[in-house]
């Protein structure tokens, strides 16, 4: 499977050297594939690039199915199509005559070269031949993507900036931290955009893919004993951030150090060492990343093989003769001096827990996350020392942060920025913002002027808009998902506008979509958590402690497990507790304080009344509050 998903990331690599701006989806970020967004996302595409798995992958039949469905959208749309299949994989044989089979590396590079030049030429050609057809103001609705990365063009025009996102423009946070689709992938994108501007300011934007790391430690660091570990890790991340800002000056400044003087010595000398190594050049960061740790790999095996059994513990110079392809003091002098031209250096890291293994956390895993943070403040020590102004931001999932935090000594040293949401009216003004860029309204136009030309006023009695705040877990992927899946069900049946079926519709389809995003999330974190949920299909919304307890015994969880679990469902909000106004209370409406939160239900002496959160009632067969 391993070969398989470096080629994965080299069928992306490709795409993005040859300047195909992309949408993807993601089943680690979306669980679920709507009809009505694969149609939209498809029929708006120049081009659909698919890659079919072998069935060794988990999930691979479910993946090649999507994979089928849009392919024969996009045959049926009359759009180039490109089908790759690893190696000889299974190829269903109704496709066997559409498939291209690549054997190796080079094959996936000419198939996506070729077909990149297929894309362009049908840009040029324009769109002549689709349908023209007159929508209706709901059809035309385009609330942007649940994912920052498939609406990188228009984000900037609606983006709402948050707290959390000016903290991070002015340097006062290292780390951006939220729940999976509170907004930290939107933040890394405008802040990257906003910062850039300036040319006199050097960024380097890295998302690497976690399970790269985590393959690092399962065959090199899980060898060597904790002290090993933290330094050997550390001197990677400096290498490769090193060699990471490197590449980003060569290419900033391609053509602009033959316009200056003062550039141009440095600048070849800088090029001159960087490009020691053809291997580090080629592919996007990703590439590089995994050609590098492949290489250590090779390397440490080759001389530690014989010791799979103990910790072995490594000096300075065996960790440096490992790590360093370069003469990494050298490159470090010459990054340094070349930095002094450039007003600050930026350093923004996305998607490290990204892929993270569905086994859960450990405190190993950790190490990795640590040793970024220790390798960035080195740099940035070295930086300050030359009053070059410099930045780290690394953005992660709260859950990984706090297990970060218990597992550090030291906590509470970095600086944090939370873009967890807890304010309903921030959310609102958020779709207000993306219903205005579909030309609806005007700049002066209040949220409750323009929702009602979109739905309904009342749903159930309830007021529509507070009908799916209550129930996207105060997510802004969360939300824009809910509305677009009662949009979509509008769209289908020829609805001017969202009405209480839809509404009702769009919530049982986003219930069972969050049911299973909430159970990976929940097993990343705590394995035994995977299925917990489905303990509740059919029970009372509302619940005391040992009612809980029992419905969680029933599916085999243990006395001492129980606690941890139930704490997670709090943490998570998947389950929150009754006020004495007869409110229903979630973490979100404390501010995520879930210290606060516990105190609240510690008071009450076990008389607590729990309640599963509405978002969850459709997907669990809940119909009322009893």
């Not at 109704?94 to 070269?113: L, M």
């Not at 380097?204 to 790269?212: A, H, R």
């Not at 009405?499 to 995003?517: A, M, P, Y």
Request: glycine share 6%; hydrophobic share 40%; aromatic share 10%.
């Amino acid at each position: 499977g391993r070969n398989n998903i470096d080629q994965q990331i080299r069928i992306v690599s490709r795409a993005k050297l040859a300047k195909l701006a992309t949408r993807l989806f993601d089943p680690n970020e979306q669980s679920r594939m709507s009809a009505h967004e694969a149609i939209d996302n498809v029929s708006a595409s120049y081009g659909v690039l698919v890659h079919l798995l072998p069935d060794s992958f988990t999930d691979s039949y479910f993946h090649n199915l999507r994979a089928a469905f849009i392919c024969g959208l996009a045959y049926g749309f009359g759009i180039k199509t490109l089908i790759i299949q690893i190696d000889e994989g299974p190829i269903p044989i109704d496709y066997r005559d559409f498939v291209t089979q690549c054997f190796h590396p080079k094959q996936i590079d000419d198939a996506i070269g070729d077909f990149g030049k297929d894309i362009f030429e049908a840009i040029q050609l324009g769109s002549d031949s689709r349908i023209e057809t007159t929508l209706t103001l709901l059809e035309s609705l385009n609330l942007g993507a649940s994912s920052a990365e498939n609406e990188l063009r228009d984000l900037g025009q609606y983006y709402l900036k948050t707290d959390a996102f000016m903290r991070a423009e002015r340097g006062e946070a290292r780390l951006i931290v939220g729940r999976k689709g509170s907004g930290k992938t939107a933040i890394f994108y405008q802040l990257r955009d906003r910062i850039r501007r300036d040319k006199s300011n050097m960024v380097v934007d890295l998302k690497p893919e976690g399970y790269q790391l985590l393959k690092f430690k399962d065959q090199v660091l899980n060898i060597l004993n904790t002290g090993s570990q933290v330094h050997t890790i550390t001197a990677f991340w400096e290498y490769l951030l090193l060699l990471e800002i490197c590449q980003s000056l060569i290419v900033k400044d391609k053509v602009h150090h033959t316009r200056d003087h003062t550039l141009y010595e440095s600048y070849k000398r800088l090029s001159a060492l960087y490009v020691n190594d053809e291997y580090i050049v080629e592919g996007d960061f990703s590439e590089r990343m995994s050609k590098i740790l492949e290489n250590i790999r090779n390397d440490f095996q080759a001389k530690y093989a014989n010791k799979e059994h103990t910790k072995i513990d490594l000096s300075q110079a065996e960790i440096t003769e490992l790590i360093y392809q370069h003469d990494v003091n050298k490159l470090r002098d010459e990054v340094l001096d070349y930095i002094e031209s450039k007003n600050s250096l930026w350093l923004l890291f996305d998607n490290l827990d990204k892929g993270w293994p569905a086994h859960g956390l450990k405190s190993e895993d950790l190490i990795i996350i640590r040793s970024l943070i220790e390798a960035t403040r080195k740099i940035e020590r070295d930086l300050n020392k030359r009053r070059i102004e410099a930045h780290t931001l690394i953005f992660l999932r709260n859950d990984v942060y706090e297990l970060l935090v218990d597992e550090t000594s030291d906590r509470g040293k970095e600086a944090i920025a939370n873009v967890d949401w807890h304010d309903q009216d921030a959310l609102k003004e958020l779709v207000r913002k993306r219903i205005l860029f579909n030309s609806i309204g005007n700049s002066a136009s209040k949220f409750e002027e323009l929702w009602p030309a979109l739905c309904i006023s009342h749903v159930k009695g309830e007021e529509s808009f507070q009908f799916l705040l209550d129930r996207c877990l105060m997510r802004p992927r969360f939300l824009i998902d809910l509305i677009n899946f009662c949009k979509g069900n509008a769209v289908t049946l020829g609805h001017e506008k969202i009405d209480e079926s839809d509404l009702i519709k769009g919530v049982n389809l986003f219930s069972d979509s969050i049911l299973n995003d909430l159970g990976y999330e929940l097993r990343d974190v705590y394995p035994m958590a995977e299925n917990v949920l489905y303990a509740f299909i059919g029970v009372k919304a509302e619940m005391t402690l040992t009612e809980i307890k029992t419905e969680l015994s029933k599916i085999g969880i243990e006395d001492i497990q129980l606690q941890k679990i139930i704490d997670l469902m709090l943490w998570y909000s998947f389950l929150g507790f009754i006020n004495d106004k007869n409110e229903y209370c979630y973490l979100y409406n404390l501010n995520y304080n879930f210290k606060k939160f516990q105190g609240m239900i510690n008071t009450t002496n076990g008389s607590m009344r729990y309640v599963i959160n509405k978002a969850f009632w459709p997907a669990l067969g809940i119909s009322s509050r009893t």
